[in-house]
């Protein structure tokens, strides 16, 4: 089955730089990408999703890339403001909602 | 409702109890999907439904666990037996559809089976 691989668990960055999460996937015939940001105590939230008949996703401050020969994909987050930090999660599917996810970033945006 | 609503927020049990918990998906979507999170993991996916139908319930751990949605709008999950490593937040989600619409997730029944 598939296998969802995510880095780093934390990442730590200054205000205002940008940060950079990734994920590797195994199963070639998966091809729906949604990242999901989590708040302490709060549900998970899609933020951002990619298919794979694209190579790059953008919405604001956000984007996505996917690697379809690698299978990887990332998020970017530019200009990061401290309501940023949360818990993201990367997931995979084959194109429905039973979603593979990744173990998490936790990534704080200090001030 | 304007989201997908899990009740209870928090259940503690004791170990070998049944327990149940509820679903109230987002009025008009057929998919609910349940998942189950530890603690410092990602959702782990459980059982997909599409209308009243099990459509995929290979994640389900064992034979302790069932869900049901009679109505295909609320589910409710069902452990036997609870057994300590069952404790989790365990996650309800629906979309519209199986396929190209968003999921949208419920706070989650935190879990503590004692």
């Known amino acids: 089955g598939e296998n969802v691989e995510q880095h780093p668990s934390t990442l730590s960055v200054q205000e205002g730089d940008s940060a950079v999460i990734k994920c590797t996937y195994s199963?070639?015939?998966?091809?729906?990408f949604p990242w999901y940001k989590q708040e302490l105590g709060k549900r998970p939230q899609l933020i951002i999703d990619?298919?794979?008949?694209?190579g790059e996703k953008k919405d604001q401050r956000i984007a996505v890339t996917l690697n379809k020969t690698a299978k990887h994909f990332s998020l970017h987050i530019t200009e990061t403001q401290p309501e940023d930090s949360a818990v993201y999660f990367c997931a995979a599917s084959k194109g429905g909602n039973k979603l593979v996810f990744g173990a998490g970033t936790i990534l704080r945006v200090k001030s | 409702g304007a989201g997908v609503s899990q009740t209870p927020s928090n259940k503690v049990t004791e170990k070998g109890k049944y327990v149940e918990l509820r679903c109230d998906p987002i009025s008009g979507h057929t998919a609910l999907y349940w998942y189950r999170q530890s603690l410092g993991q990602g959702p782990e996916f459980l059982i997909y439904f599409q209308g009243t139908g099990a459509a995929d319930d290979s994640g389900l751990p064992n034979d302790r666990f069932f869900a049901v949605r009679p109505e295909g709008s609320v589910s409710t999950l069902k452990i036997q037996r609870t057994e300590r490593g069952d404790s989790a937040v365990y996650l309800c989600a629906s979309s519209f559809t199986s396929q190209g619409t968003e999921a949208f997730f419920g706070q989650g029944t935190r879990l503590t089976v004692v």
């Open positions: 199963d070639s015939a998966s091809n729906y």
């Open positions: 990619i298919r794979s008949n694209v």
